[in-house]
């Protein structure tokens, strides 16, 4: 469903210690993604949600919501004609794309598309 709210990335610098937070506070188990270039750790919350703890960004503070889009290039271009930033989508292979983005008042979020058809550009 377009705008529903499907992933939350919570910043951490220690995404482990971070855990034994998250974890007990809300009963959330969260299990290691494979293939990551950075510790990123991700709890199953709904049929279609999920959270992760993750150190991709050092330093960084603040969670980033992503919000559900049916088309991520339609999405991506709709944040452009509304006045906020929009980087171009990235696959997750096997999952969907994605795209990080502001809003003109440089709140960070982020647009989802499922897409178990994604893969890694070549070339």
């Known amino acids: 469903m377009t705008g529903q709210i499907v992933h939350i990335e919570i910043p951490a610098d220690d995404p482990t210690q971070a855990s034994e937070f998250w974890g007990p506070l809300f009963g959330w188990s969260f299990e290691a993604f494979p293939g990551s270039p950075a510790e990123y750790l991700m709890a199953r919350l709904g049929e279609s949600q999920g959270a992760a703890l993750t ?67 070549t070339g």
């Not at 919000?67 to 991506?76: A, K, S, T």
């Not at 930033?85 to 003109?104: L, R």
């Open 55 to 121: 150190n991709m960004e050092p330093g960084k503070r603040g969670m980033r919501t992503y919000f559900e889009v049916d088309d991520i290039d339609q999405g991506v271009g709709r944040v452009g004609e509304l006045g906020g930033k929009a980087d171009a989508k990235q696959p997750v292979p096997g999952m969907g794309w994605f795209s990080v983005c502001q809003d003109p008042h440089g709140n960070e979020f982020g647009l989802w598309q499922t897409d178990p058809s994604a893969t890694m550009p």
